[in-house]
C-alpha cells in the first residue's frame, strides 16, 4: 500500500499563479462553471513542468472555471524522487473519490490501496486554521483499501 502527504499551498488567483515558479506537483481548481451554481473541486491536475507554463497552455479546463476561479497547488512530501507515478497514483484517488466534473479520465477506474494526508497552507506557508475554502471540503484523510473509502477530517492543529 502506497502512502502520501500533500502539502497544499493557496488559494492562488489568475494573477498570482502566473508568478508561481514550482513545478512537479498536483493542483485544484475551484469555481463555478458557466451557467451552473456549484461552487466545487472542479479539476484536478498533475504536471512535470512547471506550475506557471501549465496553466499558460491554450487548452486547459480552467478556462470552463469562469467565475471564482482559484488555484490549489499540491506538493508531495517525500524523502525519495517523486516520479511520475506517484503523482498520477495521487491524481486518481482524488479523482476517483471525488469526481470533479471537468475531469474525464481516471472517474470510472478504482485506483491501487491508496492513503493520502492533506495538509493545507496559504500562499506564504502559514498553516491553515480557521478560514475554510471548497479545495479543503478534500478530507485530511483519504484512504482506500480496495473496496471501501475510509475517510477523517480530524486532523486539527495544536499548539
Given at each position: 500500500m502506497n502512502s502520501y502527504v500533500i502539502e497544499w499551498s493557496g488559494p492562488y488567483d489568475d494573477d498570482e499563479i502566473s508568478d508561481v515558479d514550482e513545478s512537479k506537483g498536483l493542483y485544484l481548481i475551484?469555481?463555478?462553471?458557466?451557467?451552473?451554481?456549484?461552487?466545487?473541486?472542479?479539476y484536478c491536475g498533475i504536471t512535470e513542468r512547471n506550475f506557471k507554463k501549465r496553466f499558460n497552455d491554450v487548452e486547459h479546463k480552467k478556462e470552463f472555471v469562469t467565475r471564482e476561479r482559484k488555484y490549489w497547488l499540491g506538493k508531495i512530501l517525500s524523502n525519495t524522487t517523486?516520479?511520475?507515478n506517484?503523482?498520477?497514483?495521487?491524481?486518481?484517488?482524488?479523482?476517483?473519490?471525488?469526481?470533479?466534473?471537468?475531469?474525464?479520465l481516471k472517474k470510472s477506474t478504482p485506483p491501487n490501496p491508496t492513503v493520502i494526508i492533506n495538509r493545507w497552507y496559504d500562499?506564504?506557508?502559514?498553516?491553515?486554521?480557521?478560514?475554510?475554502?471548497e479545495a479543503q471540503r478534500l478530507h485530511d484523510v483519504i484512504f482506500w483499501d480496495g473496496e471501501s473509502w475510509h475517510l477523517s477530517d480530524s486532523l486539527k492543529v495544536y499548539q
Amino acid at each position: 500500500m502506497n502512502s502520501y502527504v500533500i502539502e497544499w499551498s493557496g488559494p492562488y488567483d489568475d494573477d498570482e499563479i502566473s508568478d508561481v515558479d514550482e513545478s512537479k506537483g498536483l493542483y485544484l481548481i475551484t469555481g463555478f462553471q458557466k451557467f451552473k451554481r456549484t461552487h466545487a473541486i472542479q479539476y484536478c491536475g498533475i504536471t512535470e513542468r512547471n506550475f506557471k507554463k501549465r496553466f499558460n497552455d491554450v487548452e486547459h479546463k480552467k478556462e470552463f472555471v469562469t467565475r471564482e476561479r482559484k488555484y490549489w497547488l499540491g506538493k508531495i512530501l517525500s524523502n525519495t524522487t517523486v516520479l511520475r507515478n506517484d503523482l498520477e497514483l495521487v491524481e486518481g484517488l482524488i479523482i476517483y473519490f471525488w469526481q470533479p466534473e471537468l475531469n474525464v479520465l481516471k472517474k470510472s477506474t478504482p485506483p491501487n490501496p491508496t492513503v493520502i494526508i492533506n495538509r493545507w497552507y496559504d500562499k506564504d506557508g502559514n498553516l491553515r486554521r480557521r478560514i475554510m475554502y471548497e479545495a479543503q471540503r478534500l478530507h485530511d484523510v483519504i484512504f482506500w483499501d480496495g473496496e471501501s473509502w475510509h475517510l477523517s477530517d480530524s486532523l486539527k492543529v495544536y499548539q
